[in-house]
């Protein structure tokens, strides 16, 4: 299996997708390399360092509840910053790639993401499942019910603007007076399926007769879940990283995987051509 082009394992497995029910979906889980050729840097790891004053945060330490309950105004500051990082970008050919490749398997095709930064929708993906929140709402950090778009009097910020009176006033909960957060997954936080769509994307994969696992590394738990049910239930696993990663653990002992060692972009305009050749013959 291994001295056989990859490209020659992929049309093959598409066309064993595609002759079986409609049930085998194809899923695309996407994270942060997607975005890296928009310019995004890494949440995690040396420009994901926040510097506030003269202290030096890890996203470990601040993106958590307990440290917004303690610093709301940071955090937002922050998160506002971000957002206005995001605004200023624009979606890269990746992006593009899985919308068209929507638009070609339509019903079959599903769209799990780890990114918060808006880039899949703005390019157009409509059958998508983002497992860690997004920046464009909003929820009350005491659990009152209701996901709340960002009101439009709060407006992005530079790193070291703060929030004004009025921007307070708006990011306060009308139930309980307490502030409301960003809609997102922090790291002392579990998957739940009103915000991450946990059951949902889990349905999903134990549906996918092939998971395209591109520029993740996997370093959460629904996404490493996410790959072991789509083989627990017989789907094949391409896993498109730059490196080894969480997944090559899980896929180690495993037939049913094609490991492909290149960028996303480069991937995806082989994988295109390779679906719209299998569509049409």
């Known amino acids: 299996m291994n001295q056989t082009p990859y490209t020659e394992l992929l049309e ?7 002759n079986k029910s409609h049930r085998n979906h194809f899923t695309f889980l996407t994270g942060a390399g997607i975005s890296a050729e928009s310019g995004i840097p890494t949440y995690r790891g040396a420009d994901g360092i926040w510097v506030k004053g003269t202290t030096y945060h890890k996203p470990e330490e601040f993106g958590t509840l307990e440290y917004f309950k303690e610093h709301p105004e940071e955090v937002w500051q922050f998160a506002l910053f971000r957002k206005k990082m995001f605004s200023e970008v624009k979606p890269n050919e990746s992006h593009n790639a899985i919308v068209h490749l929507e638009q070609l398997l339509q019903e079959s095709f599903h769209l799990i993401t780890q990114n918060i930064d808006n880039l899949h929708n703005r390019a157009g993906s409509q059958r998508i499942f983002e497992i ?3 920046n464009r709402e909003i929820k009350c950090s005491e659990g009152c019910k209701g996901i709340f778009p960002l009101p439009e009097g709060v407006q992005l910020k530079e790193l070291t603007e703060d929030l004004t009176e009025s921007e307070k006033a708006l990011l306060k909960c009308n139930t309980c007076g307490s502030w409301m957060r960003p809609n997102m997954l922090w790291f002392d936080e579990y998957y739940d399926e009103i915000t991450h769509k946990k059951h949902s994307a889990l349905k999903v994969a134990k549906n996918s ?18 790959a072991r049910t789509t083989l627990k239930y017989g789907g094949a696993i391409v896993d498109v990283n730059i490196e080894d990663n969480h997944f090559t653990e899980i896929l180690k002992n495993n037939k049913r995987k094609i490991i492909v060692r290149k960028s996303s972009a480069e991937f995806l305009r082989e994988l295109t051509a390779i679906f719209e050749k299998s569509l049409t013959s």
């Open 12 to 18: 093959q497995a598409i066309r064993e997708t595609l």
């Open 132 to 134: 860690h929140g997004n």
């Open 209 to 226: 007769g092939m998971l395209f696992i591109l520029g993740t590394s996997g370093a959460t738990t629904l996404p490493q879940e996410i």
